[in-house]
């Protein structure tokens, strides 16, 4: 292999790319990191890691150092459904009796991507991917100080994200759920009368939902869900005010947001899912977002990306044809993306679904629910392995 090529060459240097470049730089694969950013900046991102993610954390190698740099424990779940919360430990109840993270994303991927540095990767930051070219023996144009190399690969990576430049490049074909959900989100600093040791949610259905991840010293990362029935796109400062007053509308209490600052963008975002059916093709493999994101209203789209990793690194491992182990990673990744897709259709379906029927499913599941909550599929706490048949689904709905 001369100097000019690389066992893999991943695009983009977020959880998916850095943590993959880590675990196979360990193992001796000649790995490259072409990340267009120079310092990572705060955007709305996911911030949270269910128990399920972090068991994929551990497995893969990088959770105790995440644990040590940029992460915080979230032993609890919290679920209002009135003024005190429903708690939930996750450490004690959760498939892998293990608790969730949650962390500043942007400090996350710095992290990450420098693990994968000393991990023996060769990462090149500003770096802009002009195009990648499939084939047997596959390249990447990239442009680093405006001089552009053409670097060949055993497999590329494409995990550059929800419009993935590397899945149109690869000719990947895209499927995309209907699109019925916003989520926006914000940085909020000086929430006050909340716990900080709890993810927390709560939902009014058909009004919307609100998620607080606590990032420390009174800062939450603060999520709104709402249909996109409703007559407005929330984006901005000057959106600030509505969105304390509609998540305050949905259950959140007002005293939590009196005396807040926004600390960061509020910005908007589709929550329809995007996928690809077999994310590899003629050398390019996608993973994170870039082979399918989950509507980020429910908190899987870290975890997932994690698996990917930890199913391709496994996959490559195990064998010295890579097309192979790329194709069982792809098949692989298609059966578990597909278990949250189902289920999340479900949540989503339940409790932000418009009309008579709706309406009607709602009076007959939610009682049931509240009293029995055994009935709530637990995909989104630990994770897709769990059963998506027909009882699952029968019985979540109250039909049996």
């Not at 309406?359 to 055994?374: C, F, H, Q």
């Amino acid at each position: 292999m001369n100097g000019n090529s690389y066992d893999l060459v991943i695009v983009g240097g977020g959880i998916g790319g850095s943590a993959l470049a880590k675990v196979m730089a360990e193992r001796g694969a000649r790995v490259l990191v072409a990340e267009r950013e120079t310092q990572f900046k705060d955007r709305v991102r996911g911030e949270f890691l269910s128990p399920w993610g972090v068991s994929e954390a551990a497995r893969l190698g990088i959770e105790r150092h995440l644990r040590d740099t940029c992460a915080r424990e979230l032993r609890y779940h919290d679920i209002y459904a009135g003024p005190a919360p429903m708690r939930r430990d996750l450490a004690a109840t959760s498939l892998q009796q293990l608790p969730a993270l949650a962390f500043f994303h942007p400090q996350m991927q710095e992290v990450l991507l420098q693990a994968a540095q000393t991990a023996g990767a060769v990462i090149r930051r500003a770096a802009r991917v002009r195009t990648v070219v499939p084939g047997a023996n596959p390249t990447v144009a990239i442009e680093t100080n405006g001089r552009v190399e053409e670097v060949g690969a055993r497999l590329v990576i494409g995990a550059d994200g929800r419009v993935s430049e590397v899945r149109r490049w690869g000719g990947f074909t895209a499927k995309h759920d209907p699109d019925e959900m916003w989520m926006t989100g914000a940085l909020l600093g000086h929430m006050e009368g909340i716990t900080d040791l709890a993810f927390s949610m709560m939902i009014t259905p058909t009004r919307g939902g609100v998620f607080l991840a606590p990032q420390g010293n009174g800062r939450f990362r603060a999520y709104y869900a709402y249909h996109r029935s409703a007559p407005y796109r929330l984006s901005g400062e000057k959106d600030l005010p509505l969105f304390i007053a509609e998540s305050v509308k949905t259950g959140a209490a007002p005293e939590w947001y009196a005396g807040c600052s926004l600390e960061g963008p509020l910005a908007t975002f589709p929550g329809a899912d995007t996928w690809v059916e077999h994310p590899h093709r003629d050398g390019i493999a996608l993973i994170g977002d870039a082979a399918g994101s989950s509507d980020p209203t429910w908190g899987q789209g870290l975890s997932l990306t994690l698996r990917d990793v930890r199913v391709l690194r496994d996959a490559l491992l195990g064998s010295e044809d890579w097309r192979t182990a790329a194709d069982h990673y792809a098949t692989q990744r298609h059966q578990y993306y597909g278990a949250l897709h189902t289920v999340t259709g479900w949540i989503t379906q339940l409790n932000f679904a418009t009309g008579p029927q709706a309406d009607s499913l709602r009076a007959k599941a939610l009682p049931l629910l509240a009293e029995d909550p055994s009935r709530m599929p637990d995909h989104l706490i630990s994770g897709p392995d769990l059963p998506t048949d027909d009882a699952v689904r029968l019985r979540y709905f109250g039909e049996q």
